[in-house]
């Protein structure tokens, strides 16, 4: 659903801006663009009482609406991210789970497509590079080092799509793949590592930037052995992406990360699965089973939790009401910080004069009115009016 062929004007909201909230702010919208100025003839919608933010970004999801990122065709791939659009993501990287190597190259492909057609945003590798005893949701007999060579592989079977690639670093390969990765300008993320503080900081130092999904697949924090999280918590090379489902993390622990690394190092992530905005039942997580019972994901073999059933809508809303973190703090780990991270923040990530139409329209208790990318309304929250 489009709007006037002389733009829109969204008034009245308190709109969320980089410097800042403004009470009784405005979007002017024209073509797919945010403007600065509105033509005569804008259509004019009254969103007094509501908030606006910028559309999130997702840069770890596997999934949604009962459709696989790891599996399918690419009509399948659209139907998950369509599900997660109408949540207001209207930036999303599809990530993929441990798989045998040709085969994750193939699926490679064909994201890279959806990436060029502009429908993703990328490719997060996660797995098969990871630590068998941190191994969580993936299939152990298919895990192997990080060899930088093989490593190569999926990066180059991405035809430049591949944005992000888990590690764990501590294993043999570890260090010289995150070197590969930051040269060809993908994101080294450690993740499902049974790493030590000391060897952490070696995989920052290579230039590792970002802790795939905190606290979650990795040592816990000890007084003697603070192992990666304290080293991922107190470096500011790194984000720390956070799953807030209320299942992966203790509301103090959310609070510990925001608190120590900042809200300016925390990426908002749903790490989300075929279950998501889709309802309980049996899935497969790449060639595992998953029951997903009360919206909880976990594996029928073993009980670990398998990625989750959320949505961005409702990590913010949680973030807001329940953790109490403020709205602006919410918007820049949930929009700009992960734009910032794909190398995307001057297209989407913020409401500013020239980038993409993107954003979400909430009222006062953060459920979502209306969602818009790149100018079209994909969820419509009212009719109407003229200037």
């Known amino acids: 659903m489009s709007g006037s062929a002389h733009g829109t004007v969204l008034s009245g909201a308190r709109v969320v801006l980089p410097t800042g909230t403004v009470a009784g702010g405005r979007v002017i919208v024209d073509g797919d663009r945010i403007a600065g100025s509105a033509r005569e003839g804008a259509d004019i919608l009254d969103l007094t009482g509501h908030w606006i933010v910028p559309g999130f970004v997702d840069m770890h999801n596997h999934g949604g609406g009962g459709a696989s990122f790891t599996s399918g065709t690419a009509e399948d791939v659209l139907q998950g991210v369509r599900t997660h659009r109408a949540h207001g993501t209207?930036?999303?990287?599809?990530?993929?789970v441990t798989g045998d190597l040709d085969e994750l190259a193939r699926r490679a492909g064909l994201l890279a497509e959806l990436t060029q057609a502009g429908e993703i945003a990328g490719i997060h590798f996660e797995g098969p590079f990871i630590n068998p005893c941190r191994k969580g949701a993936h299939?152990?007999?298919?895990?192997?080092d990080p060899e930088p060579a093989?490593?190569?592989?999926?990066?180059?079977?991405?035809?430049g799509a591949a944005r992000m690639v888990t590690l764990a670093t501590e294993l043999p390969g570890g260090l010289d793949s995150?070197?590969?990765?930051?040269?060809?300008?993908?994101?080294?993320?450690?993740?499902?590592?049974?790493?030590s503080y000391e060897q952490t900081r070696a995989a920052i130092d290579a230039g590792a930037t970002v802790a795939t999904h905190l606290f979650n697949a990795m040592p816990a924090l000890a007084h003697r052995e603070p192992g990666p999280i304290a080293a991922l918590l107190e470096d500011e090379r790194i984000t720390v992406e956070l799953i807030n489902d209320g299942t992966h993390l203790h509301p103090a622990a959310l609070e510990l990360a925001f608190h120590h690394a900042g809200a300016h190092r925390v990426a908002l992530i749903t790490d989300a699965m075929d279950a998501a905005g889709f309802g309980d039942g049996t899935y497969h997580l790449g060639p595992l089973e998953?029951?997903?019972k009360d919206g909880v994901a976990r594996l029928v073999e073993?009980?670990?939790?398998?990625?989750?059933?959320?949505?961005?809508?409702?990590?913010f809303k949680r973030s807001v009401t329940l953790d109490r973190l403020p709205v602006e703090s919410v918007v820049q780990a949930i929009s700009a910080n992960p734009a910032k991270l794909l190398g995307l923040y001057d297209q989407v990530g913020s409401l500013e004069p020239g980038k993409y139409a993107d954003l979400v329209v909430l009222d006062a208790a953060f459920d979502v009115k209306g969602v818009m990318r790149r100018g079209e309304w994909i969820v419509s929250p009212a009719v109407r009016g003229q200037l």
């Not at 209207?90 to 993929?96: D, F, I, N, W, Y």
């Not at 093989?150 to 035809?159: I, P, T």
């Open 178 to 195: 995150v070197r590969l990765l930051a040269e060809h300008g993908v994101i080294a993320a450690i993740g499902h590592t049974d790493a």
């Open 90 to 96: 209207t930036t999303l990287v599809a990530s993929t």
């Open 302 to 315: 073993g009980g670990s939790i398998a990625g989750s059933t959320l949505t961005l809508d409702t990590a």
């Open 139 to 144: 299939k152990e007999d298919l895990l192997r």
């Open 150 to 159: 093989e490593v190569r592989k999926l990066v180059d079977a991405a035809h």
């Open 290 to 292: 998953v029951e997903v």
